[in-house]
């Protein structure tokens, strides 16, 4: 059984481990590393800087926020979330991110938000069924067109924006995010697809007159791997699901979960984002 790590603010000299654990997760080169004299000033001025050391001593992970506004209200947004490859799947990301939360709450916090790519859904799993955030809002290409790193690279750096409003109590797991095979089929969809080479799914264009208070956006399981093997597909992906979210962000709906069709039969395990209306509304940018 694999050792769990302690979770501790960072000291400075940790500040060199967080830039190479940079390096490793995202391969990242110069310009889009968050050095070491940033880390430290968003440290000193209010960021929280969180590390998860192995007992033998060693930096795992890392959590890094930094002070901001949204809407009129101080929060922390927080920018990087880093665990290393080996060590994934391990909860040592969800260790880290309770620990973020519980700072900002000591610190009388209402609110950390971060962004995330609606193509990922192992990111889009801990934050929406197990840390419990809200998404309302849509960037189109963040950061441009690419970063350095290869897993941002070919589609585009869209982003969804996390809300987590920071209550009294710790966050809880949604795990009502098993669908029985066939659930999904009863369900208004905004993306139809079709199968190609036995397992990989095309979408078409969105339907943009569905308008039910509950609606699902398929999305492919695994994306980086349909990158690698037709990236025409996973860019069709990209275009059809961003016209989707920021149609339906805009009009009043919010991301609520990601719920999953286990396989069966013939059928592949499938993914879909639960829509719903909001109270507030969303916006894209």
């Not at 391990?90 to 938000?113: D, N, S, V």
């Not at 419990?132 to 589609?155: A, C, D, K, M, P």
């Amino acid at each position: 059984m694999i050792s769990q790590p302690d979770i501790e603010s960072l000291r400075e000299e940790d500040l060199p481990d967080c830039v190479e654990l940079q390096r490793l997760v995202w391969q990242f080169d110069k310009n889009d590393l968050v050095s070491t004299r940033m880390l430290a000033t968003c440290q000193r001025h209010e960021g929280i800087l969180l590390g998860a050391r192995m007992p033998e001593g060693g930096l795992v992970g890392f959590v890094f926020s930094f002070p901001a506004f949204w809407k009129d209200q101080l929060h922390q947004h927080s920018h990087m979330l880093a665990v290393r490859k080996e060590l994934r799947d391990q909860g040592i990301g969800f260790a880290l991110k309770l620990a973020q939360y519980r700072e900002a709450r000591r610190r009388g916090l209402r609110l950390i938000t971060w962004t995330f790519d609606p193509l990922e859904t192992k990111n889009a799993h801990l934050n929406l069924n197990k840390l419990g955030v809200i998404v309302r809002h849509y960037y189109v290409n963040l950061y441009g067109e690419q970063t350095s790193s290869e897993l941002h690279s070919g589609l585009g750096t869209d982003r969804f924006l996390a809300e987590w409003s920071i209550g009294i109590d710790d966050p809880a797991a949604d795990l009502r995010y098993q669908l029985e095979p066939g659930e999904a089929l009863s369900c208004p969809q905004v993306i139809s697809t079709r199968v190609f080479d036995q397992r990989w799914l095309v979408p078409d264009a969105p339907d943009l007159s569905k308008a039910e208070p509950r609606l699902l956006v398929e999305v492919p399981e695994d994306i980086q791997s349909l990158k690698r093997h037709d990236p025409k597909v996973a860019m069709d992906w990209r275009l059809q699901t961003r016209t989707a979210f920021t149609y339906y962000l805009s009009k009043g709906y919010e991301v609520s979960r990601l719920l999953v069709s286990p396989a069966s039969g013939k059928d592949n395990r499938r993914t879909f984002y639960q829509l719903e209306v909001s109270e507030k509304g969303g916006s894209v940018a």
